[in-house]
Structure formats: structure tokens, C-alpha cells
């Protein structure tokens, strides 16, 4: 079975561009959360969403947002884009959400 | 506020020495603990989930153990290839059959051999 994946692997953007972020959670898998690491604060939740409606949500501001398709793909957006914005950002999948996540291997993401 | 602290931040060990990593927890209400293993460049991998006070679950060299506050990820006659960064994480009660966890900061391990 295939795992999680993410991509694009790496991004290099500059302050105020916009960037968006794909992830395929594992076939059958209908909830696909979001993640945000960072040496300084660790793995931060984003979102999640389940059956294309968000469900849950972190606090992190308007600019991070997100959806999910009919088919479960998600893809996360982070619009005028800032230095501290720079991490790595991980999807995680689950059959139903609340069981144990399944993680992509994320995509790093560099605002130059 | 839930929050999850992980101790020590760094551990060196050397091959077939033991030792324990420790995650303290303060939430509102704890439905389940997570412990996951991430090495470099790729995302966390699930190792164990604990639900109840006194739950142990054993896998390998790996012996994770819950209590009210706390949780210790034993880890006996270590290998190198042990070595990674060990996350625990919480599922809040008011989060359940949810996909958000609080994550600690975690603990990297190297074991030299």
C-alpha cells in the first residue's frame, strides 16, 4: 500500500508570494491533517479535514488555509508569504481521524 | 493550556546502554498518547499508542509505559540504528476522533556503538 505522499519535496519562495502544497493520503484514508515543524517550536497542527469539510483548525492566522477533494487529495495554501513561514510542513493521514497518523515525508519550504 | 514537555532534549548513549525518555503531559483531558520516531528528512513514524493509566505496549527494544501525568519510552541495550528523534504527542479529550495531537519537542537520541 502506498504511503502518504507530498510535493513537492522543497520550495524556495520570497516574502509575499503565495505558495500551495500538495498531499495524497493513503487509499481508504478519509481525514488528512496538516503539521508545521520548526526547530524552535516543534510540529505545530494546522488543520484537518474529513470528507472535504474542515473539522478541526490550530492557531495559526488567515493566510494558512486549506481543502480537501472528492477523492481525499488535500493541498494546504499560505498567501503573502513570510520569513517565519520558512519550516517544514507535513500531512498526516488516518482512516477516520482520532487513530494513530500516518505521515508524508513533507515538503520544506524556504521564504527567501 | 495542554501542554507537553519532553525530557532530556538530547540523549548520547552508548550501544547496549539503557536508559528512559520521559514525556510529562498537563491537559484537560487525555484520551490517548502518541509516541512517534522521526529521522532526518522524513516525517514522524508511529511507534505506540497508550490510553489508560498503567498501559504498557513493548515493541523490539522499545517499552513505552502511561501513568496520570507522564509517560517513559524505555529503551533497552540500544543500536545505533536506534538513533532519531523519539516525539510523544496527546489527544485531548475535547479533540477525539480527530487528527489534531499536541506534540512535545522531542528527544534526539544518537547511540554510538
Known amino acids: 500500500k502506498a504511503g502518504v505522499t507530498q510535493t513537492p519535496r522543497y520550495l524556495i519562495k520570497t516574502r509575499g508570494q503565495q505558495v500551495t502544497l500538495s498531499c495524497s493520503p493513503i487509499?481508504?484514508?478519509?481525514?488528512v491533517s496538516w503539521y508545521q515543524q520548526t526547530p524552535g517550536q516543534g510540529l505545530q497542527f494546522l488543520f484537518e479535514?474529513?470528507?472535504?469539510?474542515?473539522?478541526n483548525k490550530g492557531n495559526f492566522p488567515g493566510r494558512f488555509s486549506g481543502r480537501q477533494f472528492s477523492n481525499s487529495r488535500s493541498e494546504m495554501n499560505v498567501s503573502t508569504l513570510e520569513l517565519g513561514d520558512s519550516a517544514l510542513y507535513l500531512c498526516?493521514?488516518?482512516?477516520?481521524?482520532?487513530?494513530?497518523?500516518?505521515f508524508g515525508s513533507g515538503t520544506q519550504l524556504s521564504v527567501l | 493550556e495542554d501542554q507537553v514537555t519532553q525530557s532530556p532534549e538530547a540523549l548520547r548513549l552508548q550501544e547496549g546502554e539503557s536508559s528512559s525518555l520521559n514525556c510529562s503531559y498537563t491537559?484537560?483531558?487525555?484520551?490517548?498518547l502518541f509516541w512517534y520516531r522521526q529521522d532526518p528528512g522524513k516525517g514522524p513514524e508511529f511507534l505506540f499508542t497508550?490510553?489508560?493509566a498503567g498501559e504498557e505496549k513493548e515493541k523490539e527494544r522499545l517499552k513505552a509505559t502511561l501513568t496520570k501525568k507522564e509517560s517513559f519510552l524505555h529503551i533497552t541495550a540500544p543500536k545505533p540504528e536506534d538513533s532519531a528523534t523519539y516525539l510523544c504527542?496527546?489527544?485531548?479529550?475535547?479533540?477525539?476522533?480527530?487528527?489534531?495531537?499536541?506534540f512535545g519537542q522531542g528527544t534526539t537520541l544518537q547511540v554510538k556503538p
Open positions: 504527542a496527546v489527544q485531548t479529550t475535547g479533540s477525539s476522533n480527530t487528527g489534531k495531537l499536541i
Open positions: 491537559v484537560s483531558g487525555l484520551r490517548g
Open positions: 497508550l490510553y489508560s
Open positions: 479535514y474529513f470528507s472535504e469539510t474542515q473539522r
Open positions: 487509499s481508504g484514508h478519509r481525514s
Open positions: 498526516a493521514s488516518s482512516p477516520g481521524g482520532g487513530e494513530k497518523l500516518f
